[in-house]
C-alpha cells in the first residue's frame, strides 16, 4: 500500500518544518541578545533540508519511486556579519566600549516561519486527504 | 509535460493484455481494470505528496509519471520495461517497479534561487486530481462488487 507511505512522506515534512519553525522561533527570541565578543553573540541558527533519498532506498528497494520523505541534514549558523555597537554604558561592553549584536534578520525569520508553516499545513491536508481515501478503501464495496 | 493528458484506463488495459488471461474466471477479472488502476493513482500520489514534502528542500526536482510516453510505447518495450530477468531467488523482482520507467522530472514554470522545481500550486492540484480519480475508481469498485454480491445473493 502505497498510501501508507504518504503518512511516511508527510510526517517527515511535518517534523522538518518544525524543525525550521523551532529555529525561527528561537533566533527571533535572540534577536536582541548582544555579547562581549563577535565569537559568541547569538547567530541565527538555519536548518538545512534534504530528500532522504538514499536511506528509504536502501531500506525499501521495491518502492516504486526515488525519494521518500524529507530530512534535516543538520543545523547550521548563519556566518552572515555580526553588528557592532558603542555602547560603553553597557554591562556586556568590552574594553573599547563596543558590544556585538547578534545577526538575525528579522524579516528573513518571518518569512522563513510563513513559509514553514504553510508548508506545514500543506503536509497536513495531503495525509488528511491519505487518510480520506484509505478509509475509503478500508469500506470498499460496503 | 503534459499533466492532465494521460488516461488511466488506456494504460491499465495494456497492463492487462500484457499479463493475458491464463485462467478463463479470475477475480482481477471479474473487478476489470479497477484494481490496477487503484495501484497506479497510489503511486502517483505517493510522487506528489513527496513533491509536496519537499516543497522546501534545496534542489530538490519535482517529479510526475508520464504516462504519455507509456502509452506511445509499444507492448513490447514495456514488456522489457517490466521483465526484468531473474535469474536467483535473491534478485530483486521489479514486476511493482515498471512504473519506475515513466518517472520524469517536472518542467518547471518559474525558476526558484535553489534549484527546488517544486510548483505547490500545480502539486496540490494534481494531488487532488489524483485522488479524485482514486475515489472514482473506489466508486467504481464498489459498484462491481455490489454487482457480484447481487449475482451471489439473487438479490434476496
Redesign the interface.
Known sequence: ???N??FD??G??MSS?SV?LNTVASNIANADSVSTSANTVYKARKP????SMANMRAQN??S???????QVLGIVESDAPVQAKYLPDHPLADKDGMVYESNVNIMEEMADMI??SR?YQ??I??AD??K??LL??LS??? | MGACSWHVYCLISRITQMEGNKLALNIDNAFGVFPQALNVHENRAEVLANNLANETTPNFKSQDYDFRSFLKNDNAAMKTAKMLNTTDAQHINNSNNFMLEFLQYRTQVQPSLDGNTVDSDVESQQYADNSMRYMANLTFLTKKIQDLMLAINGGT
Open positions: 500500500m502505497s498510501l507511505k504518504i512522506v508527510t517527515s515534512g518544518q525550521r538545512v533540508f534534504a530528500a528497494f521495491g516504486t519511486q526515488e525519494g521518500v520523505g524529507v513559509s514553514a508548508a500543506m503536509n491536508d495531503v486527504n491519505a480520506t481515501l475509503r478503501t470498499l464495496g460496503q
